[in-house]
């Protein structure tokens, strides 16, 4: 069962960093997937998702009950309704339209309802 997770997390991994690039591939849900993953099957590389440099102070901060900051709750809304809006422009597809609005809107509710914001930044 370890490797099983350990692969799922892996992939996921994968696809939150391919998530950076990609607009409209989420980064956080996956990166949570697999923290969530390597917790139960590997603490080597729970460990590093969590000590790596790029997102792990946000990664643990998530995890730690802190949620994240202001700033970064703004950038990822600017960044996702941006990509959200453009997609909606070029595809003209009422439908597909409407379930990229929902997607987006059910993404804001989350994020501004459920996840803790951080007022001020402690240091480590």
């Known amino acids: 069962m370890k490797?099983?997770?350990?692969?799922?997390?892996?992939?996921?991994?994968?696809?939150?960093?391919?998530?950076?690039?990609?607009?409209?591939?989420?980064?956080?849900?996956?990166?949570?997937?697999?923290?969530?993953?390597f917790a139960r099957g590997s603490t080597r590389l729970h460990n590093w998702l969590?000590?790596?440099?790029?997102f792990g102070k946000y990664l643990r901060d998530y995890e730690d009950g802190r949620g994240l900051p202001v700033r970064g709750k703004?950038?990822?809304?600017?960044?996702?309704?941006?990509?959200?809006?453009?997609?909606?422009?070029?595809?003209?597809?009422?439908?597909?339209?409407?379930?990229?609005a929902l997607i987006g809107t059910g993404v804001t509710v989350f994020l501004l309802r459920y996840v803790p914001t951080m007022r001020s930044r402690s240091s480590e």
């Open 3 to 37: 490797t099983v997770l350990n692969l799922i997390g892996i992939i996921a991994v994968a696809l939150g960093i391919l998530g950076i690039f990609l607009p409209l591939l989420p980064t956080t849900p996956f990166l949570l997937l697999a923290s969530a993953c």
């Open 50 to 54: 969590r000590t790596n440099p790029v």
């Open 74 to 100: 703004v950038v990822i809304l600017l960044l996702m309704w941006g990509s959200l809006g453009y997609s909606m422009a070029k595809t003209g597809k009422p439908l597909l339209i409407a379930m990229l």
